[in-house]
């Protein structure tokens, strides 16, 4: 059964950081493309970044940009959000998503509608 589990969410101050790990069991993480998301009450669920299985290259929304870094240890199974620089506008939840099998090559465009699993995310607030 595929799953992935989101952790490493809390509260933070503005400026501070936080690593965010998204654990899968059911498949080897290593052989897919993952994408992380996040959605913010009221607003529409937007990609953060995204990790490319076919050359290894990494993907950032504007916003995020020079602030969050995407890794992975395939040893482990997990995929990590490094966040650094936190802005009051990163408070969301965060979720973890697998493409298909069929397409988990590249990222594309990687909208939420191109990820076919989903973990259940994990809460990340900045405030003072």
């Known amino acids: 059964q595929v799953q992935l589990v989101e952790s490493g969410g809390g509260l933070v101050q503005p400026g501070g950081s936080l690593r965010l790990s998204c654990t899968a069991s059911?498949?080897?993480?290593?052989?897919?493309?993952i994408g992380w998301f996040r959605q913010a009450p009221g607003k529409e669920r937007e990609g953060v970044s995204c990790?490319?299985?076919?050359?290894?290259?990494?993907y950032y929304a504007d916003s995020v940009k020079g602030r969050f870094t995407i890794s992975r240890d395939n040893a482990k199974n997990t995929v990590y959000l490094q966040m650094n620089s936190l802005k009051p506008e990163d408070t969301a939840v965060y979720y973890c998503?697998?493409?298909?099998?069929?397409?988990?090559?590249?990222?594309?465009?990687?909208?939420?509608?191109?990820?076919?699993?989903w973990g259940q995310g994990t809460q990340v607030t900045v405030s003072s």
């Open positions: 998503a697998r493409k298909s099998a069929r397409d988990r090559h590249y990222c594309g465009s990687w909208l939420p509608g191109d990820f076919s699993s």
């Open positions: 990790s490319s299985l076919s050359d290894g290259s990494t």
């Open positions: 059911g498949f080897t993480l290593e052989y897919y493309t």
